[in-house]
């Protein structure tokens, strides 16, 4: 029986995919085993977002050839949509499948035999209209099973690959949804995280939209908890934020990506929206449950960010209320507008303005979990330490730690956090109560 490792880089999409591929895998009688382990067969699905993404993707593929030069290495993804005869630089490398060919590796793996040169299958993205169901289940070990709903994206963001690499937005049937929905709660799954490259255009080409999706998914029963991955502030309606923060299986938590806190940035990177509008949705949401965990995306360094402009990012964030921030580097990424533009910044700037936005999503972070200090929390737990305690994750996205055991994994419980560590907290388990949804979250005895 051969032994198959799967590595995946980049979004949760990237994962719910991965391990739609691992399935058939299984099914055809291949043993799934954990990336550090040898393999007769390696997977990487990659990412192409940042210049770290690939560096990443090369190094992965070196180390497995070090540990196992044999290994029949297959490389699929966004990198290999957009860079194939990069890749096939690397020495070892065997199967480069584009964006289509990657949901059926077998058809093109053949006896897994490794040749002097890959084989390369990449079709071209932007004229299909083909969109592959795809979810995560046990292949990938989450205890949360991310279920793909929209693939592609029809904006122009002047920074972005995305595009390019998995051409244009399209969406899953409502009842395709709904019934692999069914099968992740079959697998004893707790919580469903709805993901896709542009999320909140889901179903405009389908006479239908995210919020009567999601209306269709709250009918399901056996399923606790139901989570939206990032939305565009343009795309995040308010009947669909009152929705989420009125239902008992929505989870109280938003992504919402700025990008950048300057106007003249936000037009510059070709965005769909102002800060004031963007402002608008984070108040609203904060008047309507102050409790709500808010995560935002930002970039630094973005070409003709000028140290006024930064200083606008620094003083829109520092006055907005929001739980996390994703601070990225801006690399360039060939082929997209924003590599003409004149007025780079340079590299060791952009670093160090990254560094100064990581410290205001720190500072963040920490005042928003000390809010709940003395209070009850509902925590799926995810995983078990070595120290004798479990974690896991609150509606509202608080990383919460508590002393129990690895049977508590994939099991809802309600914690009193006492304390934050850095940027995480613990608490102690209270037993004996029944657990609700409702926002703020609370654990009702």
């Not at 402009?309 to 990424?333: G, K, M, P, W």
């Not at 910044?345 to 100064?356: L, S």
Request: proline residues 4%; charged residues 25%; hydrophobic residues 35%.
């Amino acid at each position: 029986m051969k032994k198959v490792a799967f590595q995946t880089l980049g979004c949760k999409l990237n994962f719910a995919e991965s391990s739609t591929i691992g399935r058939q895998f299984v099914e055809r009688g291949f043993t799934v085993v954990n990336p550090d382990q040898p393999s007769d067969i390696f997977v990487l699905n990659t990412c192409t977002v940042t210049q770290k993404a690939e560096r990443e993707c090369r190094r992965l593929i070196r180390r497995v050839l070090r540990r196992s030069p044999e290994t029949y290495v297959i490389v699929v993804g966004c990198y290999s949509q957009l860079q194939a005869k990069e890749i096939a630089k690397i020495n070892g490398v065997d199967l480069i499948l584009g964006g289509e060919e990657k949901f059926h590796p077998l058809n093109y793996a053949g006896e897994f035999r490794k040749s002097s040169a890959p084989g390369i299958f990449i079709s071209r993205i932007n004229e299909t209209e083909n969109i592959h169901p795809a979810y995560s289940s046990d292949v990938g070990g989450r205890t949360r099973a991310f279920l793909k709903i929209q693939d592609g994206c029809d904006y122009n963001c002047s920074f972005c690959t995305i595009p390019g690499a998995r051409g244009m937005s399209r969406s899953l049937p409502v009842q395709t949804i709904v019934d692999q929905a069914r099968q992740i709660i079959n697998q004893g799954h707790r919580e469903i995280v709805l993901t896709g490259v542009n999320v909140g255009d889901y179903g405009r080409k389908n006479g239908t939209d995210l919020l009567g999706l999601m209306k269709e998914l709250e009918k399901l029963d056996g399923i606790e908890r139901i989570r939206i991955s990032s939305v565009e502030p343009n795309l995040l309606t308010r009947q669909t934020v009152d929705f989420i923060l009125q239902s008992d299986k929505y989870c109280k938590h938003f992504h919402i990506p700025l990008q950048s806190g300057s106007n003249i940035i936000l037009r510059r990177m070709r965005r769909r929206y102002t800060t004031e509008s963007y402002r608008d949705l984070v108040e609203y949401i904060n008047n309507n449950d102050p409790e709500a965990g808010i995560g935002i995306d930002v970039i630094a360094g973005f070409p003709g960010e000028t140290d006024i402009l930064f200083n606008q990012t620094v003083s829109f964030l520092e006055d907005l209320q929001f739980s996390y921030i994703h601070a990225f580097t801006y690399s360039e990424r060939p082929g997209t507008p924003a590599t003409d533009y004149a007025e780079i910044i340079q590299p060791n700037v952009r670093h160090a303005r990254n560094e100064v936005l990581r410290s205001i999503g720190k500072k963040k972070k920490t005042e928003f979990i000390k809010r709940f200090i003395g209070k009850s929390l509902t925590v799926l737990f995810e995983n078990s330490q070595n120290d004798g305690f479990v974690s896991g994750l609150s509606s509202n996205y608080i990383r919460i730690s508590a002393e129990g055991h690895a049977s508590l994994i994939n099991q809802l419980r309600c914690v009193t956090i006492t304390e934050v560590h850095d940027e995480t907290c613990a608490g102690f388990i209270k037993e004996s109560v029944n657990m609700t949804q409702n926002a703020p979250e609370v654990c009702v005895s």
